[in-house]
C-alpha cells in the first residue's frame, strides 16, 4: 500500500492549498484518514482526520480554516487549507488505516509535502 500526497507549495498569507492524498495497492477497505504536520524543530501534530463515515475531528489552530473531506470511491482524502497563515509552514503527512485483510489493519504515511506560507 502506498500513499501519494500531492498539493503542497508556497503561497502568500491568506492565501489557500488544497491538499491531496491518494491511496494505492492491496487496500480491502480504508478507517481513519488524516493528515500531520511537523514544523521545524517541532513534534509531529493532527491537523484533521476523517473516518469512514465521514465523522471529522481538527486542531485548534486549523478550526474554521482548513476542511478535509475523502472519496471513499478513490481511496482519496483531502485538505482545504484557506487563511493561511505563516505559522502553517510545515511539512505536511498524509496518514491511513488501512484494513488490508478482514482481519489485518495497517497504519501508512505518505512521503510528506511542503507547505510554506510567507508573511
Known amino acids: 500500500v502506498q500513499l501519494q500526497a500531492s498539493g503542497g507549495g508556497l503561497v502568500q498569507a491568506g492565501g489557500s492549498l488544497r491538499l491531496s492524498c491518494a491511496a494505492s495497492?492491496?487496500?480491502?477497505?480504508?478507517?481513519?484518514m488524516g493528515w500531520y504536520r511537523q514544523a521545524p524543530g517541532k513534534e509531529r501534530e493532527l491537523v484533521a482526520a476523517i473516518t469512514s463515515g465521514g465523522s471529522t475531528n481538527y486542531a485548534d489552530s486549523v478550526k474554521g480554516r482548513f476542511t478535509i473531506s475523502r472519496d471513499n470511491a478513490k481511496n482519496t482524502v483531502y485538505l482545504q487549507m484557506n487563511s493561511l497563515k505563516p505559522e502553517d509552514t510545515a511539512v505536511y503527512y498524509c496518514?491511513?488505516?488501512?484494513?488490508?485483510?478482514?482481519?489485518?489493519?495497517?497504519?501508512?504515511w505518505g512521503q510528506g509535502t511542503q507547505v510554506t506560507v510567507s508573511s
Open positions: 495497492g492491496s487496500i480491502f477497505s480504508i478507517n481513519a
Open positions: 496518514n491511513a488505516i488501512v484494513v488490508v485483510t478482514t482481519t489485518h489493519e495497517y497504519d501508512y
